[in-house]
């Protein structure tokens, strides 16, 4: 649980503005759900938070600390594509949490350390639904269940915000609505403070305590790269009131829909 | 059925795989007999009855002058060459290339002058060598080598910097630095593909060594092919260079089969 606040913060490549003017602020435990059009920058706003890329102006911090312009144990991530290893079976994927983080310059944990990350590890795919899968490689597994390892080995570097890049986008719908209730039994487990993106407005609506809308406020047509994209909507969605969360596109207000679809 | 979809059986591609061998083995054996019908000492195309004694004689007859198998002491010889100079050139691209490949820094240092020293012709710089080196086993270790070294150092640079950097974020939010990710991430993906790039090598490998043993050797496969050539001796020379191919296509299998079994995850339809 950890609060982030980002001020002012702008990202140009050379002559293009990408983002501009871009202030939030997530309270601990908020799920905030980032949605825009392709090429908008809420995924580079994301590498941003998660120092993968480095922002041209502004500032972020996380609980009142600026964060490193690398990556670390703060915060954790779950991609598309590529989040897990794919030369280590389903529990060594897991085991790598522990080897990182206490195996020293050998990288490995040796006796009693080892069994006690290999039954987490094991415990944590039981959760998950993996636990007949622990000594398969990735490569044989649905895109389902190498997300499902994905955010298991995340959650296990215990971060203090969890970073989601469009997690489920190349899920089915079926999956994707199983990933949703893991997903939200995890968040009100851990109460994290989450970063979701997503092209699914549906899922932005369902899973998220708020959505942000990224889009340009200014446009010049002779030169694109001008104007960057900021934060256009910042709807707060109160889950105790709501009746229960939509599950289709019909529901969302007119403008988001369009400006994002 | 369209050539493009018609697939011959598994018994049918054994059958065609042996055709061209068959093909070369026979017009071969008829061109020896219809020379050896005009002229019995005719040295060009010999027999492979001429042929398997020279190699029997070669290979468990200990020569008169040295006592030793010629055939195994030139084996032993050259594959210990070829091996050394594969070897260090390995060793040397697995850590060159991990680093150049990783590391910004090593990239922008080396990265400019590993591209230009892999363009230099290997065997111009033999000279070079033999004068350094002088004519014993360095200068024809360094020649496989050095020939072979950059190539691979390259390949396994690239291989590097293909690593999803999606992957390299993750590593990092799990809490590894740049020593662990080698070890854990970089050198367990880059493995598989070092082993392709010394199958690769093998052959440019085996083309500096038989260049190295032809101009300065006393023993080795390709110093025997050399000079058993002054006297004409095909039906040594032809024995030696299927030998030659044998030991090849043995260590091309053998080194697949140790990527297979060793890495099975970068092998998903042969694993079990």
Redesign the interface.
């Known amino acids: 649980m950890s609060r982030l606040v980002v001020k002012d913060l702008a990202k140009s490549y050379g002559e293009t503005r990408v983002l501009e003017r871009v202030s939030v602020t997530a309270a601990p435990g908020e799920f905030l759900s980032l949605v825009g059009a392709s090429g908008c920058g809420k995924s580079t706003f994301l590498k941003i938070v998660?120092g993968?890329e480095t922002a041209t102006a502004g500032t972020l911090t996380v609980d009142g600390r600026p964060v490193p312009p690398?990556?670390?144990?703060d915060?954790?991530?779950v991609?598309q594509?590529?989040?897990v290893?794919?030369?280590?079976t389903v529990r060594d994927n897991l085991v790598?949490?522990a080897?990182?983080?206490h195996?020293g310059?050998?990288?490995?944990v040796f006796g009693p350390k080892r069994r006690t990350a290999r039954d987490e590890a094991d415990a944590l795919l039981e959760r998950v639904g993996l636990r007949h899968a622990a000594d398969l490689?990735p490569?044989?597994l649905s895109g389902g269940m190498q997300q499902r390892l994905a955010i298991a080995?995340?959650l296990?570097?215990r971060?203090k915000i969890l970073l989601l890049d469009e997690p489920f986008g190349a899920l089915d719908p079926g999956i994707r609505v199983e990933m949703h209730a893991l997903l939200l039994e995890i968040w009100a487990e851990h109460r994290m403070t989450v970063l979701m993106v997503t092209h699914d407005i549906g899922e932005a609506f369902k899973l998220g305590t708020r959505v942000l809308v990224f889009d340009k406020v200014r446009r010049d047509p002779q030169f694109p790269g001008a104007y960057g994209a900021t934060i256009t909507y910042d709807l707060p969605l109160d889950r105790k009131t709501r009746p229960a969360a939509p599950t289709d596109a019909g529901v969302i207000p007119g403008p988001v829909l369009q400006r994002s679809a | 059925m369209r050539l493009v979809n018609a697939r011959p059986s598994k018994g049918s591609a054994l059958a065609l795989a042996t055709l061209p061998f068959l093909v070369v083995g026979t017009l071969y054996v008829m061109a020896s007999m219809d020379r050896l019908a005009v002229n019995p000492d005719d040295k060009l195309l010999p027999s492979l009855g001429q042929m398997g004694a020279a190699f029997h004689t070669l290979a468990v007859v200990p020569d008169r002058r040295s006592g030793t198998l010629i055939l195994w002491a030139d084996t032993t010889a050259s594959l210990v060459r070829l091996f050394s100079g594969v070897g260090i050139a390995a060793t040397v691209a697995l850590t060159l290339g991990i680093a150049l490949g990783f590391i910004p820094r090593v990239k922008a240092t080396l990265g400019a002058f590993v591209a230009v020293v892999s363009v230099v012709p290997p065997l111009a710089v033999l000279p070079v060598l033999f004068i350094a080196l002088g004519l014993g086993e360095t200068a024809k270790i360094a020649l496989i080598a050095l020939g072979v070294g950059p190539v691979m150092i390259r390949d396994v640079a690239q291989r590097v910097a293909e690593i999803?950097?999606?992957?390299v974020?993750?590593?990092?939010?799990?809490?590894?630095n740049t020593?662990?990710m080698i070890?854990?991430?970089v050198l367990?993906?880059v493995m598989p593909r070092l082993i392709v790039a010394v199958r690769l090598a093998l052959g440019p490998a085996w083309l500096f060594l038989i260049a190295a043993e032809a101009i300065a050797s006393t023993e080795g496969l390709g110093y025997r092919i050399f000079l058993v050539r002054r006297y004409l001796s095909m039906d040594v020379i032809l024995p030696y260079v299927v030998w030659i191919t044998v030991l090849a296509v043995g260590t091309d299998w053998l080194l697949a089969r140790l990527s297979a079994a060793a890495?099975?995850?970068?092998h998903?339809r042969e694993?079990p």
Not at chain 1, 105 to 108: G, N, T, V
């Open positions: 998660l993968q690398e990556p670390t144990t915060r954790g991530i991609y594509r590529y989040s290893f794919p030369h280590l790598l949490v080897d990182l983080k195996g310059p050998l990288a490995r490689y490569a044989s080995q995340t296990l570097g971060p | 999803p950097a999606e992957l974020v993750k590593a990092q939010t799990l809490g590894g020593w662990t070890l854990r991430l367990p993906q890495f099975p995850w970068a998903p694993a």
